[in-house]
Every structure is written in C-alpha cells, then in structure tokens.
C-alpha cells in the first residue's frame, strides 16, 4: 500500500438555508484503509458522503479524489468518476422494480457491453461474497433489512470501485446482520483493496474495523486517530462520544432556559 | 400592509422559481436518444398508464355516451330534431368531453401513481443510489414515463369517443327508438374529420403532455416522507385537474371560437 | 420473460386499438372516405338565398345521398350564392340540362340539404356545368311575412 491519500478533503465549508453544517472540515483518507467518520445524530455525515460523491457542492473548500477535484468535473467526468466509487445506503436502495440479480447486474449492464454469460457469471460472484446466491430471483420487497443491505453491497461492488462509501451500514440491524456486515466490510476491504469511508455512529462496531478513526461534531472535525487512541483521549467530549455517556460535555438538554424558570413563567404568563 | 405585499412578491418569485425548475427538468428529461432499453422501459410504463387505465376510462366513456343520448333526446325530441342526436353525441364527446374526462380519469389513475411511485424511489434513495452508480434518473426513471404519458392519453381519449358513440347509440338506437340511419347520417354529415375529430386529438395531446409533466415533477420534487408523498399526490390530482379545464378554455377559444 | 412478453403483447394490442379507433371514428364518425378525386364531378348552381346552407351538407337524389357541398360564394355578377357541389363520378353525363336543384329542410329545424330532381332534357350536364333552374331555400320569416300581407290584403 502506497503512503498517498486517496481522499483529501480541505476546509469543506457547507450550509443548509441558514444552518452550517460544516465550518472548514479537513480530512485525509489513505489509500486501503477503513476510515471511519462518526459523531452524533444530526451532524451532517451523510451529506458528507453526498459531498465527496459530488452530489453536493460545498460553499468552500475542496474534495480531492486521487488528485482530482470532484466539483470541478463536467458531469460527464463526473460519472465516469462515480464509476470508480461504491456508495451503500442508509436502506439500501435497492430498485424496487427489479430482482437482486438485475439490481447487481444493473450497474454492469450500464456501464460495460459484457456478453449476458459474463454478466451472469460476475452477478453471481459478487452473490456469492456476500452469500447471498441463493435469494437472486427474490424482489427487494422481499429481503429483510440485513440481506437487502447485503445485496446493495454486491450491487456497489459490481463494477470493482476503489472506493466505497458505507452510510450507516449498521443501523436497525439485529446483531447477527449486525455481525455479518461488519465481517463482510472488513473482509471485502482485505481482499480487494478497496479504500472504504465508513459513516456511524454505532461505536462499538465501528471501532472493531476502523483503522483510522475521524470524530466530527458541531461542524469540525473534533478528534483523530487510530481507534486505540481515542480510546486513551482526555478529551471530555471526545470520551463522552467513544465511551458513550448519557450526559457530559454534549449535554443531554436541548438548550432550553433553566427549567423552574419556565416553569414558573409559564404559569404566570397566562 | 407592506408585509402583505413583500409576502406576495415572495409567492410570485417562488412560483417563477417553480415553474423555471420544472422546465428545465422536462427540457432535461424529455431530450435525448432513446435506446433499446429505453424502449423497454418505455414499454413498461405504457402498460402501466395505458393498458391498466383502459378499463376505467372505457366505462365511464360508454356511461357518458349513454348519459348524452339520453339527456340531449329528452331536449331534441321538444323541436321534433331528435334524428340529430348522433351529431350532438358525436360533437360534444369529440369536441369536449372525450379529451377533457379522459385527461381528468388519467390525471386521478395515472398521474397520482405516477407522482407516488417518483417520491418514493426517491424517498428510498433509489435515485440518488442511481445517479451514484453514473446513470441519469432523468433519463432512466423519468423519460419513459413522461412519453408514455404523452403517447397513452390521446390513444385512451380515442377509446373513450369510440366507446361514447357506441354507448349513444345504444341509448338513442336501441332504446328510445331513433332511426338508425338518421342516428350515423346526420354525424357523418356534421363531424369534420380534421375539425373536430383533430382538434380533440390535439387537445388530448396537450392535456398529456400537461398532466404527466405535473405527475412527474411533483414526484421528482417532492420533499421525501410520507407526509410529502401524500401532499404531492394530492397536488398532482388538484393541479393537474385544473390545468386541463384551464387549458380546455383556452384551447376551445382558439379553436372554435373564431368560427361562426 | 413470459411476464414481460405478456405486457408487451398488451402494449401492442392497446396501440392497435388506439389506431382502429382513430380508424372507425374517420369511417363512421366523420363518414370520411378514400375515393379518388377522379370519382367525383364538379356542378355548379346558383341560388336567390341559401338560408341556412352550409358546406358538406348532403346532395340527394330522391332521398339517396349522391354528393356533398364542398363550397358556398357569393357570385358577384348576379349578388346571389354560387354553390358549388361535388357529386359521383357514376352520374357524370346522366343528368339531363334541365336538372333542378332544390334547397330542402329536413324536418321543421333540421339541416339543410340539396335535393335533385331530373327533367327531360336528352341533353346532359357535364363536369363544370351549372344548373340552371334552382329553387331557394325556404326561409321562415318570408314565409310569415307573405301570409301576413295575404291575410290583410284578403
């Protein structure tokens, strides 16, 4: 493995209507590593995957992917660009008007000219890793939640990106689908070579697979490092996160007035 | 009184804003080389907008030819002219009632799936996830469907004059007892095959391209939840049933209005 | 597969009935029909008024339909309606010259329409020929007003 990012992100600046999201936002992903990005609900990590996929386009600030910048692309490159990135959704989604075997194939289809036999034979392969052959005639309606993430992980891999992208791979599985997912990123990652962001906010798994961790809070990056360091880190806000306790530096109030106050005002008020 | 008005201008440029967005989405989505899979996909969208919404507008065509007969003998019998309620039937459901109800029935069974099935693809980042793996939802999801609307509309209106005349005849013919050859006769002399037969075609045709436009805008458009799909339905429906009878208006002035 | 070639048929067959629709509303909606231009000849016949004529009304010849107005103008030498009528080609040369036209009503306020009645004539009309001895349309008021000045004059 090479030393040179593969992702560089620098001062990102973006905001939604009146609301910032990000105030300068520096990040620097190696090349086959798992990187992952966590911070609390509401922190905007998904649109930072949408940021760096191009979908979005910052206010300030720039995305590097293996020395290009993705907003200064004509949408055209801007395709052939995404062909080498993988994204796996929050749901999943999977199009609903097609069986997993065209939903894996549907990228393959689009992109390369490939006799149906390749097609099948590759479909099949990426099945295979991540087990799930056997369900390629079913219809997305009727996947549960882990295998219909399973599948949307061999559709992202159909065209052998160099980069995926995981938007909460773990959110509202059971432990089991829990587990597997975080096997087959790992494996998938060692295997292939593949550079992989992973956004969560579920700690626990995230840190088992992570080789470098990013925190983000409050539209800066609040702390990095591999996960045993930020195991160790003094930081109070950084050890409320990792360790999660209820209540610390990130309050568990939204901020309100002091509540006697409102109490009595409200009473008084009328 | 000021608030009032800045209120109003913010409207105005929001619907310019509006209306800008959705022209460039259809000048987006409507252009472009279609290919042998788009065919398909086109194919599949006829079916879904046109075979399936076949049933429902031959129905009410025949009970709106049936109604015509019946309502214009009571009113023609009066002057002795009921051997002219071929050319009433005829005139009424080409002219008027075959583009316009047929478009109203579209907008209600097609349309508003049409906008609920865009939302919730979109809702379940099925576009997004699409536009990721390189390929243009516009293209992909929209296009079909808004030429298959084009297409279906005007070939269902057809099937709704079809069924209308005969429904008419059943009525005036069969029933009531109006000389049959009258009841061909007097329509063959008084329908213009490019008059009214053309211009309720091209009627039809507007509506169409109208009432997809809206169905598919909204859904694109939409902000992604249930509550939102559930609003942009139900704005496909209103707006879509107001355009038509709007347009219908403007269309019927330019068309008939100028002749005596 | 056999799913989609069960749609696609249903595609098909609702296109082909959109066009055999469109089909039987020209036939027997608007009575279009393919003859060549060749099957039909041209008369002319000039009225005093025409009342309520209007062009693609019918020509009939004892009740039968032999022909169609295809234009209405007003001859400027005489200030009376020129009608010109397009009739079928089986008639052209059977005509006697002394043809009359009748502007006729059918019933109290239907449409108005052509009636023709042959003479004796041996000679015949051909295509371009007007027919000389026209009889106007009936209007209503006239009708009144000559019943009225009788009924005073009486």
Known sequence: MSDTPFVVVEGLHFSRGDKEIFRGVDLTIQRGRITAIMGPSGTGKTTLLKLIGGQLVPDAGRVLIDGEDVHRQSRRALFTMRRRMGMLFQSGALFSDLSVFENVAFPLRVHTDLPEAMIRDLVLMKLEAVGLRGARDLMPSELSGGMARRVALARAMALDPELILYDEPFVGQDPISMGVLVQLIKRLNEALGLTSIVVSHDIKETLTIADYVYVIADGEVMAHGTPQSLDLDQDPRVSQFVHGEPDGPVPFHYPAVDFTTDILNAGGGR | ?260 | MKRSKMMELGVGLFMLAGILGLVFLGLRVSGLTFQAPGDTFRLEANFANIGGLKPRARVTMAGVTVGRVSAIELDTDWYDARVILELDGDLEGKLSRDTTAAILTAGLLGEQYIGLTVGGDPETLAGGDTIRDTQSAVVLEELIQQFLSNMISD
Not at chain 2, 145 to 156: D, I, M, N, S, Y
Not at chain 2, 235 to 246: D, K, P
């Open chain 2, 1 to 260: 009184m000021i608030s009032r008005i800045t209120h109003l201008g913010r409207r105005g440029c929001e619907l310019l804003e509006a209306l800008g967005r959705a022209g460039i989405f259809m000048a987006q989505s409507a252009v472009g080389v279609p290919s042998r899979e788009g065919w398909h996909l086109w194919l599949r969208q006829m079916h879904f907008v046109g075979v399936l919404s076949l049933a429902i507008v031959l129905v009410s065509g025949l009970f709106i030819g049936m109604v015509l007969a019946l309502q214009g003998y009571t009113i023609l019998v009066d002057f002795g002219a009921e051997q002219a309620l071929g050319q009433m039937v005829a005139l009424s459901l080409l002219r008027e009632l075959a583009p316009v109800v047929a478009a109203l029935l579209f907008a209600g069974r097609a349309g508003s799936a049409l906008t609920a099935e865009i939302g919730l693809m979109k809702a379940t980042e099925q576009l997004t996830s699409m536009e990721m793996i390189g390929v243009d939802p516009l293209r992909r999801v929209v296009a079909p469907r808004l030429w298959a609307g084009f297409v279906a509309l005007p070939l269902l209106t057809i099937g709704f004059s079809v069924v209308g005349v005969y429904g008419g005849y059943l009525v005036g013919v069969e029933w009531l007892g109006v000389f049959e050859g009258s009841y061909w006769g007097n329509m063959q002399a008084s329908v213009d095959f490019i008059g009214d037969i053309g211009n309720g075609m091209l009627k039809s045709l507007v509506f169409a391209v109208v009432v997809t436009w809206i169905a598919v805008f909204q859904g694109y458009d939409l902000v992604p939840t249930s509550e939102g799909i559930s609003r942009a339905t139900t704005r496909t429906v209103v707006y879509s049933s107001l355009a038509v009878l709007g347009l219908d208006f403007v269309l019927t002035a330019m068309m008939f209005g100028g002749l005596s």
